[in-house]
């Protein structure tokens, strides 16, 4: 069952526009993360926000965290062609154990030159 | 180092055939995956091991397979292949498990 649930699915903007992507979650979570997906690639792991965090930075990349609303964004600023791809968004979930991270159905992001 | 390798890239089975798909990893991680991921479904968990000999089921396992004798492999046996398991196949690993995935290139399966 997904856990993490992205909005929008499809997200289509212009070369040097920021891109936001949410991710909405349903139980409490030790931490969330963020994933890019290349057309017929692998996952490859962007940012991990922990539950007590609420905004982490990485290059041009922002994720924020909303324990209280269990929501999650992904901002990408001045988005480039090559950031074309599909996002997800995984969680860990308080009192998972050894359970797998549970990913959602991902965002495709369309950056188009 | 490779990380996380694949074989093989694509493959095409008639129904009721087996077959396995491999895995494999040279990072030393004690924690491997299996995803499948079909269109408009995301990654849905298969089976997972968090160390050699220790195996266990995720959401959909029916249908597959799984061992793991040594930390660096990981594969994934389809027992008697279904046109339902046509997917592409995701192998990941992490040290420790909830920390960042690392993930194969996919293997693409049709089966007929």
């Known amino acids: 069952s997904q856990q993490g649930e992205e909005d929008p699915q499809a997200l289509s903007i212009q070369e040097g526009e920021n891109a936001t992507m949410n991710c909405s979650y349903k139980t409490s979570i030790n931490n969330l993360q963020w994933y890019r997906q290349n057309s017929g690639r692998g996952l490859v792991h962007l940012i991990l926000?922990?539950?007590?965090?609420r905004e982490k930075h990485s290059g041009r990349l922002r994720v924020t965290l909303d324990t209280s609303k269990k929501s999650s964004s992904l901002l990408i600023t001045a988005s480039r062609a090559a950031d074309t791809a599909s996002y997800f968004c995984?969680?860990?979930?308080?009192?998972?154990?050894?359970?797998?991270?549970?990913f959602g159905k991902g965002t495709r992001l369309s950056v188009i030159a | 180092n490779a990380g996380v390798t694949q074989t093989p890239k694509f493959q095409v089975l008639k129904t009721g055939q087996s077959m396995t798909l491999q895995c494999a990893q040279d990072?030393?991680?004690?924690?491997m995956s299996w995803y499948r991921q079909d269109p408009g479904m995301g990654l849905r968990l298969i089976h997972y091991?968090?160390?050699?000999?220790?195996?266990d089921q995720g959401e959909v396992p029916n249908g597959y397979n799984v061992s793991r004798s040594t930390t660096e492999d990981f594969p994934l046996r389809l027992l008697s292949a279904a046109p339902s398991q046509t997917s592409v196949y995701f192998c990941?690993?992490?040290?420790?498990?909830?920390?960042?995935?690392?993930f194969g290139p996919g293997t693409r399966l049709t089966v007929l």
């Open positions: 091991s968090v160390g050699a000999g220790i195996t």
């Open positions: 990072m030393n991680h004690e924690y």
């Open positions: 926000i922990r539950s007590n965090e």
């Open positions: 995984a969680t860990d979930a308080l009192y998972s154990g050894n359970t797998p991270l549970v």
């Open positions: 990941a690993s992490s040290y420790p498990s909830k920390n960042e995935q690392f």
